[in-house]
C-alpha cells in the first residue's frame, strides 16, 4: 500500500527505543533505486523483519517524466517484494527521513552510496546528513551504481528541458532590454535592473525554473552589455558595477526559488484538494448506503469520474469463489477472472504496470476491510500510463480502501439483517410451538373427549347432556378455527403477501356484518353503535376490515367485566375515516400502548381463552396494508379505545350532498 505522509520538523521523534532489525531504505527517482531495493529486501529477509521503502517529494522542485517513471517503478517495485511504500513530503529529505524512522521506531536505515567522491565536496548529500544526525538508528550504505536517494536533490534542479520555453526566455529578456532601453534609457539603471526582475518574475510563474535561471544570467548579461559602460562590451569599467551584477543574480535566483517553490506547493495543494474532495464525496455517499449492489454502483461512478477507466469488482460467493459484482459493459473478458483469483489468492496487486501479469490491460488490487479481505477491483484507465503517477496510485488506494470499508459494512449489516431474521424465526416457531402445545390442545382435547363420551355413551346419555356436549364441542371448534384463521392470516401479513383489493363500501356495512358474525357471543353485552347519518363510502377490502373489527371486538369482549357496554363509533376526518371500538374495562397502560401490537405479546397471559396474542397484530398488519394506522387510548372515565383511520384518497363514484367532517 503507498501511503503519502506530510512532514514535520526533526525534533519530534517518538519515546520509544527502535525496534532492531526493522528496516528502512531510502529510494530516490534514480534507475539504481531498484538495485538498492533489493538489496534491502535481502537484508530484511535474512533478518525477518519488516521493511519499508521511503522516497522525500521535495517542494522546491520537480522531477522530469522519465524521473517519475524511474521512482513509480522502484515504489511499484518495493511493494510487489513484500514491503511498504511511503512518500513523504518536506524540503529536507535527511529531516522526513530520520522524523519517520524515529516515529516508526526503525532500527537501520539503508541508504544508496554517492556515485562520485567529488560531489560530497560541493554539497551536503543525505548520507552526509544522517550519519551526522542519527544516534541510536543504524546507517547501512549499499553501493547501487547511482546516487539513489543518497544525494538531496539540487535547489536548481529542474524539469525536463523544454526547448521552446528557454527560447520565450531568452525572448522576454531582449524585450525586456528593447524596452528598458527605449523607456529609460542608460541614465537610469535602477528602473532597468527592476524591470529586469519583473521579467525574470513572470518568467518564474509561466516557464518554469529552467527558464526563469536563464532569464536571469541573460538579464545580468544584457544589463551589462547594454546599460553598463563601456556600452556594447561585456568589460566593466567601474568595479563597483560587479557588486551591482551580483546582488541582482542573487535576488533573481531567489525570486525564480520562491516562486517555484509557491508554484509546487500550489500545485501539490490542488493534488491534495481533488484527492480529498473525491474521497469525501465517494465516502458520503457510502456513508448513507446500506445494499452492497447500491455502494458498487456508486464507487464504479466515482472511479470511471476520477481516472476515466472502467471498473469490475469481484466479491467472493459461495465457497469463497469470486464472482463479478459489477462491472463495465464490454471492458473486460474471462481471463481477467484469473487475475482476480490470483490477487486473492497472493493478496497482491497484479496486472497492469505490475510484475505479475504485466501484459493485461487492467490493474487489479485487493479491497480489504477493518477484519478481512472483501473483494477485488479492476481498473482499467482510458491511459495506460496513468497508474506510473504515484499520485494516481496515491489517490486509487484511497479510494479503494474507503470501498473495501463500506463493503465490510454492508456485508456486516446484511448478517445482521439474516441473523435477525433467523432470530424472528425461531421466536415464531417458539411461539407457534407454545400456542400448540396450550391454546390449540384445550379446544383439540375438549372437543375429543364430547366426541369420545358421545360415541361410547350414547344410550346412556339424557338429551340434555348430549346437547351440552355438542355445544361444548361446537363452541370448541369454532374457537380452534379461530386460532387456526389467525396464524394464517399473521403468515401472511408477515411475509408481506397481504395485499387488500380495495373497493367502495359503505362502513356501516361491514360493521353490520361483524357484528352478525360475532352475535352469539355480544348477547349478553350492550353494543353502542355511533355512525354519522352521511358517513362517506370508504376504498377498503371488506373482508379484510371486518377481520380488523372481529379481532377487536373478541379482544374488548376478553378483556373487560361481564356484561359492560361496548362502543362502536366513526367519523369523517379530512381525508380519512376514523373507526372506534371502546370499552369500560381495565384500559391499557401507557407504557404497553404500542408493545400490545407486536406478534404472541399479550397483556394479562394468565387469562383464560386469552388466545395466541395474535389478533392486535393482525389488525395493525391490515390497517397498515391499507395505508392507515391503529393505536389505543385511556377513555375518559376508564377503559381502552382502540382506534384506527383508513383513508379515502379521492371522492367515491357516488353523487350527492357533502358528508360532515370534524375538522
Same mark, same amino acid.
Given at each position: 500500500?503507498?501511503?503519502?505522509?506530510?512532514?514535520?520538523?526533526?525534533?519530534?521523534?517518538?519515546?520509544?527505543?527502535?525496534?532492531?532489525?526493522?528496516?528502512?531504505?531510502?529510494?530516490?527517482?534514480?534507475?539504481?533505486?531498484?538495485?538498492?531495493?533489493?538489496?534491502?529486501? =535481502?537484508?530484511? @529477509?535474512?533478518?525477518?523483519?519488516?521493511?519499508?521503502?521511503?522516497?522525500?517529494?521535495?517542494?522546491?522542485?520537480?522531477?522530469?517524466?522519465?524521473?517519475?517513471?524511474?521512482?513509480?517503478?522502484?515504489?511499484?517495485?518495493?511493494?510487489?517484494?513484500?514491503?511498504?511504500?511511503?512518500?513523504?513530503?518536506?524540503?529536507?529529505?535527511?529531516?522526513?527521513?530520520?522524523?519517520?524512522?524515529?516515529?516508526?521506531?526503525?532500527?537501520?536505515?539503508?541508504?544508496?552510496?554517492?556515485?562520485?567522491?567529488?560531489?560530497?565536496?560541493?554539497?551536503?548529500?543525505?548520507?552526509?546528513?544522517?550519519?551526522?544526525?542519527?544516534? @541510536?538508528?543504524?546507517?547501512?550504505?549499499?553501493?547501487?551504481?547511482?546516487?539513489? !536517494?543518497?544525494?538531496?536533490?539540487? =535547489?536548481?534542479?529542474?524539469?525536463?528541458?523544454?526547448?521552446?520555453?528557454?527560447?520565450?526566455?531568452?525572448?522576454?529578456?531582449?524585450?525586456?532590454?528593447?524596452?528598458?532601453?527605449?523607456?529609460?534609457?542608460?541614465?537610469?539603471?535602477?528602473?532597468?535592473?527592476?524591470?529586469?526582475?519583473?521579467?525574470?518574475?513572470?518568467?518564474?510563474?509561466?516557464?518554469?525554473?529552467?527558464?526563469?535561471?536563464?532569464?536571469?544570467?541573460?538579464?545580468?548579461?544584457?544589463?551589462?552589455?547594454?546599460?553598463?559602460?563601456?556600452?556594447?562590451?561585456? !568589460?566593466?569599467?567601474?568595479?563597483?558595477?560587479?557588486? @551591482?551584477?551580483?546582488?541582482?543574480?542573487?535576488?533573481?535566483?531567489?525570486?525564480?526559488?520562491? @516562486?517555484?517553490?509557491?508554484?509546487?506547493?500550489?500545485?501539490?495543494?490542488?493534488?491534495?484538494?481533488?484527492?480529498?474532495?473525491?474521497?469525501?464525496?465517494?465516502?458520503?455517499?457510502?456513508?448513507?448506503?446500506?445494499?452492497?449492489?447500491?455502494?458498487?454502483?456508486?464507487?464504479?461512478?466515482?472511479?470511471?469520474?476520477?481516472?476515466?477507466?472502467?471498473?469490475?469488482?469481484?466479491?467472493?460467493?459461495?465457497?469463497?469463489?469470486?464472482?463479478?459484482?459489477?462491472?463495465?459493459?464490454?471492458?473486460?473478458?474471462?481471463?481477467?477472472?484469473?487475475?482476480?483469483?490470483?490477487?486473492?489468492?497472493?493478496?497482491?496487486?497484479?496486472?497492469?504496470? &505490475?510484475?505479475?501479469?504485466?501484459?493485461?490491460?487492467?490493474?487489479?488490487?485487493?479491497?480489504?476491510?477493518?477484519?478481512?479481505?472483501?473483494?477485488?477491483?479492476?481498473?482499467?484507465?482510458?491511459?495506460?500510463?496513468?497508474?506510473?503517477?504515484?499520485?494516481?496510485?496515491?489517490?486509487?488506494?484511497?479510494?479503494?480502501?474507503?470501498?473495501?470499508?463500506?463493503?465490510?459494512?454492508?456485508?456486516?449489516?446484511?448478517?445482521?439483517?439474516?441473523?435477525?431474521?433467523?432470530?424472528?424465526?425461531?421466536?415464531?416457531?417458539?411461539?407457534?410451538?407454545?400456542?400448540?402445545?396450550?391454546?390449540?390442545?384445550?379446544?383439540?382435547?375438549?372437543?375429543?373427549? !364430547?366426541?369420545?363420551?358421545?360415541?361410547?355413551?350414547?344410550?346412556?346419555?339424557?338429551?340434555?347432556?348430549?346437547?351440552?356436549?355438542?355445544?361444548?364441542?361446537?363452541?370448541? !371448534?369454532?374457537?380452534?378455527?379461530?386460532?387456526?384463521?389467525?396464524?394464517?392470516?399473521?403468515? =401472511?401479513?408477515?411475509?408481506?403477501?397481504?395485499?387488500?383489493?380495495?373497493?367502495?363500501?359503505?362502513?356501516?356495512?361491514?360493521?353490520?356484518?361483524?357484528?352478525?358474525?360475532?352475535?352469539?357471543?355480544?348477547?349478553?353485552?350492550?353494543?353502542?353503535? &355511533?355512525?354519522?347519518?352521511?358517513?362517506?363510502?370508504?376504498?377498503?377490502?371488506?373482508?379484510?376490515?371486518?377481520?380488523?373489527?372481529?379481532?377487536?371486538?373478541?379482544?374488548?369482549?376478553?378483556?373487560?367485566?361481564?356484561?359492560?357496554?361496548?362502543?362502536?363509533?366513526?367519523?369523517?376526518?379530512?381525508?380519512?375515516?376514523?373507526?372506534?371500538?371502546?370499552?369500560?374495562?381495565?384500559?391499557?397502560?401507557?407504557?404497553?400502548?404500542?408493545?400490545?401490537?407486536?406478534?404472541?405479546?399479550?397483556?394479562?397471559?394468565?387469562?383464560?381463552?386469552?388466545?395466541?396474542?395474535?389478533?392486535?397484530?393482525?389488525?395493525?398488519?391490515?390497517?397498515?396494508?391499507?395505508?392507515?394506522?391503529?393505536?389505543?387510548?385511556?377513555?375518559?372515565?376508564?377503559?381502552?379505545?382502540?382506534?384506527?383511520?383508513?383513508?379515502?384518497?379521492?371522492?367515491?363514484?357516488?353523487?350527492?350532498?357533502?358528508?360532515?367532517?370534524?375538522?
Amino acid at each position: 500500500m503507498l501511503h503519502n505522509v506530510a512532514g514535520s520538523a526533526m525534533g519530534d521523534a517518538a519515546p520509544e527505543a527502535p525496534i532492531e532489525g526493522k528496516l528502512l531504505v531510502c529510494v530516490g527517482a534514480e534507475r539504481g533505486s531498484a538495485r538498492l531495493i533489493r538489496a534491502a529486501e =535481502r537484508m530484511a @529477509t535474512a533478518s525477518r523483519s519488516d521493511w519499508t521503502a521511503v522516497h522525500v517529494e521535495l517542494s522546491t522542485v520537480g522531477l522530469p517524466e522519465d524521473a517519475q517513471e524511474d521512482l513509480s517503478s522502484a515504489l511499484r517495485l518495493a511493494e510487489q517484494l513484500g514491503g511498504n511504500a511511503v512518500v513523504l513530503s518536506g524540503r529536507s529529505p535527511a529531516v522526513e527521513i530520520l522524523r519517520y524512522a524515529r516515529e516508526g521506531n526503525f532500527g537501520r536505515i539503508v541508504v544508496g552510496a554517492p556515485r562520485s567522491r567529488l560531489l560530497r565536496l560541493f554539497r551536503l548529500t543525505v548520507l552526509d546528513a544522517l550519519l551526522t544526525e542519527c544516534d @541510536t538508528i543504524d546507517v547501512c550504505v549499499v553501493a547501487c551504481g547511482s546516487e539513489s !536517494a543518497s544525494r538531496a536533490p539540487m =535547489r536548481w534542479a529542474s524539469r525536463a528541458p523544454r526547448w521552446l520555453g528557454f527560447i520565450a526566455a531568452a525572448l522576454a529578456v531582449a524585450v525586456a532590454t528593447m524596452f528598458a532601453d527605449l523607456i529609460f534609457g542608460r541614465s537610469q539603471l535602477s528602473d532597468v535592473v527592476m524591470v529586469y526582475l519583473l521579467v525574470i518574475v513572470m518568467v518564474s510563474m509561466r516557464l518554469g525554473y529552467g527558464p526563469s535561471i536563464l532569464a536571469a544570467v541573460l538579464s545580468v548579461a544584457a544589463l551589462d552589455f547594454t546599460f553598463v559602460p563601456p556600452y556594447l562590451s561585456f !568589460a566593466v569599467a567601474d568595479r563597483r558595477r560587479v557588486v @551591482t551584477f551580483a546582488v541582482m543574480f542573487a535576488v533573481a535566483l531567489v525570486i525564480s526559488s520562491l @516562486t517555484q517553490l509557491v508554484r509546487n506547493q500550489g500545485s501539490a495543494a490542488r493534488q491534495r484538494e481533488r484527492r480529498t474532495a473525491l474521497l469525501y464525496a465517494m465516502s458520503r455517499e457510502l456513508a448513507g448506503t446500506l445494499g452492497i449492489d447500491t455502494m458498487l454502483v456508486i464507487a464504479s461512478r466515482h472511479l470511471h469520474d476520477a481516472f476515466d477507466a472502467g471498473v469490475v469488482v469481484f466479491l467472493p460467493r459461495s465457497s469463497d469463489r469470486l464472482e463479478v459484482a459489477i462491472r463495465s459493459e464490454g471492458t473486460f473478458d474471462a481471463k481477467e477472472h484469473a487475475i482476480a483469483d490470483w490477487v486473492w489468492g497472493h493478496e497482491r496487486s497484479a496486472g497492469l504496470g &505490475t510484475e505479475s501479469f504485466p501484459s493485461a490491460t487492467t490493474f487489479f488490487l485487493l479491497l480489504r476491510g477493518s477484519r478481512d479481505k472483501v473483494g477485488i477491483l479492476g481498473v482499467r484507465p482510458g491511459h495506460e500510463r496513468r497508474f506510473a503517477d504515484p499520485e494516481q496510485r496515491l489517490l486509487l488506494d484511497a479510494l479503494a480502501a474507503q470501498i473495501g470499508s463500506a463493503l465490510e459494512r454492508g456485508q456486516l449489516a446484511e448478517a445482521a439483517q439474516r441473523a435477525q431474521v433467523e432470530i424472528e424465526t425461531e421466536r415464531l416457531r417458539s411461539s407457534l410451538l407454545s400456542s400448540i402445545s396450550h391454546d390449540l390442545r384445550t379446544p383439540l382435547g375438549v372437543i375429543t373427549g !364430547a366426541t369420545s363420551t358421545l360415541l361410547q355413551d350414547e344410550e346412556v346419555l339424557i338429551p340434555e347432556a348430549r346437547l351440552e356436549l355438542l355445544e361444548s364441542a361446537h363452541e370448541e !371448534a369454532e374457537r380452534l378455527n379461530r386460532l387456526v384463521g389467525n396464524l394464517l392470516d399473521m403468515t =401472511r401479513v408477515a411475509s408481506g403477501m397481504l395485499s387488500p383489493k380495495k373497493e367502495w363500501h359503505p362502513l356501516d356495512e361491514v360493521i353490520g356484518v361483524a357484528l352478525n358474525r360475532l352475535e352469539s357471543r355480544l348477547a349478553d353485552r350492550d353494543i353502542q353503535v &355511533t355512525l354519522p347519518p352521511l358517513l362517506p363510502p370508504v376504498p377498503l377490502d371488506a373482508i379484510l376490515v371486518e377481520q380488523v373489527l372481529i379481532n377487536l371486538l373478541e379482544n374488548a369482549l376478553k378483556y373487560t367485566p361481564f356484561g359492560t357496554p361496548i362502543e362502536i363509533s366513526a367519523i369523517a376526518k379530512g381525508d380519512t375515516v376514523e373507526i372506534a371500538i371502546s370499552d369500560r374495562g381495565p384500559g391499557v397502560p401507557a407504557v404497553y400502548a404500542d408493545k400490545i401490537f407486536e406478534k404472541f405479546y399479550r397483556l394479562k397471559p394468565d387469562i383464560s381463552d386469552g388466545g395466541t396474542g395474535l389478533g392486535l397484530a393482525i389488525c395493525r398488519g391490515v390497517v397498515e396494508a391499507h395505508g392507515g394506522r391503529i393505536w389505543v387510548q385511556t377513555r375518559i372515565g376508564g377503559g381502552a379505545s382502540f382506534r384506527f383511520r383508513l383513508p379515502i384518497g379521492e371522492s367515491p363514484p357516488l353523487v350527492g350532498e357533502p358528508w360532515p367532517r370534524a375538522s
